[in-house]
């Protein structure tokens, strides 16, 4: 059973930058797509990020250009670097392993979430 654990998360002014890992226990991520996924307060969860097995990547149209996701095997982790943020990305950011594409119910391995907040 794999384990997720964020970290990374804060607050941060508008502009800046913050980069969250998801380390994983339990298990290797080494073939498994990671995933990150947001939800803001009175919103529904949206995806954010993915890259595959093999290192393919896709980003909402919301974060592209702005957000870069990464993964370490070795370290076992992923990563998400988040550059130029601005209010709208305030959320509770979660990881995700073992799924498809940018639908969330196809997940099966998850974070607890960790908070991002933007000051403007």
């Known amino acids: 059973q794999v384990q997720l654990l964020e970290s990374g998360g804060g607050l941060v002014q508008a502009g800046g930058s913050l980069r969250l890992s998801c380390a994983a226990s339990?298990?290797?991520?080494?073939?498994?797509?990671v995933a990150w996924f947001r939800q803001a307060p009175g919103k529904e969860r949206e995806f954010v990020a993915r890259?595959?097995?093999?290192?393919?990547?896709l980003y909402a149209d919301s974060v592209k250009g702005r957000f870069s996701i990464s993964r370490d095997n070795v370290k076992n982790t992923g990563y998400l670097q988040m550059n130029t943020l601005r209010p709208e990305d305030t959320a509770v950011y979660s990881c995700?392993?073992?799924?498809?594409?940018?639908?969330?119910?196809?997940?099966?391995?998850w974070g607890q979430g960790i908070r991002v907040t933007v000051s403007s």
């Open positions: 890259i595959g097995w093999t290192g393919i990547t």
């Open positions: 995700a392993a073992d799924g498809r594409g940018s639908n969330y119910r196809d997940y099966t391995y």
């Open positions: 339990g298990g290797s991520l080494s073939t498994y797509a």
